[in-house]
C-alpha cells in the first residue's frame, strides 16, 4: 500500500487576496510559497484560472507563472489550470510554447472545460467566440496540434509552441474529463479539493478508458486536495474557520476576500449552509502531523492516487508555509 511517503506532492495556489491586502500582496506571497515548496522538495506548483473573483489574484496563469518560474529554479510550474473554453487553442500554445521556450523542462499545461466564472464574465471573456465546453475535445485536439511537431504545408503554426511538447494534464470534477482523459493517454488530475463526490468514479472511468500514449504508458492519477495542517488538531480547526468563512461567502455570492479565523462558527452560518461547506470540504485534510499522515495514507488505500495536490487557504501566510512545512515534514 503506497503511503504519504511513497508518492509526489504538489501545491496548487489561488494567489489568495487577504481583507486587509491586495492583489500585489497576494502575488507576491505566491512566489514566497512557490520558492518556499522548491526548497521543502515538492514536485510542482500550479496556479489556477478564476475571473471576477475579488478573493483570487491567478486570472492572468500565464502571466503568474512568468513571475513564478524567473523567481524560481527547479519546481515545475504551470495552470491547475486554463479553462481551455474561454481561449483561442493558439494563444494558449504561443503562451505555453513561450514559457516552454524559457523554462524548458519545467512548465506543465492542466486543462479545464468550465468556464471558471459567471455567464457574464464568460461572456466578456470569450465575446464573439463561440467557446463552449462541448468543443473541448476538439480544441484540444488542435492545441496539441500546435505543440507537437510541424508537419509539412501546416497553415498556422505556435511559434513559439511547434515542437515544445508541453506536457497536457485534463483536470476535471466530473466524468467527462476522466473519459477523455484515458481515451486520449493523458495524464488526469480531479479537483476533489472542492467537489469529492465523484471521485471514485471518475477515477475509476480514466482507469478503463486509458490507452497508453507517447506520453503515458499508464494511467496516472492526481487528486486535489485541501490542507489545512497546523502543530496540533486544535490548533488546525482554529485556522481552517477562514477557509470555512470562504467557502460560506462563495456559497452566499458575497466578496472572497479572506477573513481572519475565528473560535467558532456557530453563528455564523445556518445548518444546511454548514453542511454545504462540509460537502465541499469532504477531503480536506485538517490537523497536527499524524492526523495529517492518517488522513493521507487513508486517502492513498482507497485511491491508489500517484500524487496530490494541496491546497492550503489559511489568512496569515506564515501559517500557510507553515501548513506545507508540516507536510513535508511527514516524508
Known amino acids: 500500500m503506497k503511503t504519504v511517503s511513497d508518492i509526489k506532492i504538489s501545491v496548487l495556489d489561488l494567489a489568495p487576496i487577504r481583507a486587509d491586502g491586495g492583489p500585489q500582496q497576494a502575488l507576491r506571497n505566491s512566489l514566497a510559497l512557490a520558492q518556499h515548496a522548491e526548497k521543502l522538495g515538492f514536485t510542482r506548483f500550479w496556479v489556477a484560472e478564476h475571473h471576477n ?46 514559457l516552454a521556450t ?57 511559434m513559439p509552441g511547434a515542437g515544445t511538447a508541453v506536457p497536457i494534464w485534463l483536470l476535471g470534477s466530473s466524468l467527462f474529463s476522466a473519459q477523455l482523459a484515458g481515451q486520449r493517454g493523458l495524464p488526469y488530475a480531479f479537483a476533489s479539493h472542492f467537489a469529492p463526490r465523484l471521485m471514485h468514479e471518475a477515477i475509476r472511468v480514466y482507469r478503463n478508458n486509458f490507452k497508453p500514449s507517447a506520453v503515458l504508458d499508464k494511467p496516472y492519477v492526481m487528486l486535489g486536495v485541501p490542507l489545512l495542517a497546523a502543530d496540533t488538531d486544535e490548533q488546525a480547526q482554529y485556522l481552517a474557520t477562514s477557509a470555512y468563512q470562504r467557502i460560506l461567502a462563495l456559497l452566499r455570492g458575497q466578496s472572497l476576500v479572506q477573513k481572519p479565523p475565528v473560535q467558532s462558527m456557530e453563528g455564523l452560518w445556518l445548518p444546511h449552509e454548514r453542511q454545504a461547506v ?22 492513498l488505500e482507497q485511491t491508489d492516487a500517484d500524487e496530490l495536490i494541496f491546497t492550503s487557504d489559511m489568512y496569515d501566510f506564515v501559517d500557510r508555509l507553515h501548513s506545507y512545512e508540516v507536510l513535508a515534514n511527514l516524508r
Do not use: K
Open 53 to 98: 473573483m475579488d478573493g483570487i489574484a491567478s486570472s492572468a496563469t500565464s502571466v503568474l507563472i512568468g513571475y513564478l518560474a524567473a523567481g524560481t529554479s527547479s519546481i515545475r510550474l504551470g495552470a491547475g489550470g486554463v479553462m481551455l473554453p474561454n481561449h483561442a487553442p493558439l494563444v494558449i500554445a504561443e503562451q505555453f510554447g513561450t
Open 102 to 158: 524559457l523554462y524548458p523542462g519545467r512548465i506543465d499545461l492542466g486543462l479545464g472545460r468550465a468556464p471558471g466564472a459567471d455567464q457574464y464574465t464568460a461572456h466578456a471573456l470569450r465575446r464573439e467566440r463561440s467557446g463552449s465546453a462541448d468543443d473541448f475535445p476538439e480544441d484540444l485536439t488542435e492545441l496539441q496540434t500546435y505543440l507537437g511537431p510541424l508537419q509539412r504545408n501546416q497553415r498556422v503554426i505556435a
Open 278 to 299: 462540509g460537502e465541499f470540504f469532504g477531503l480536506a485534510m485538517v490537523g497536527g502531523p499524524e492526523t495529517i499522515r492518517s488522513h493521507i495514507n487513508q486517502l
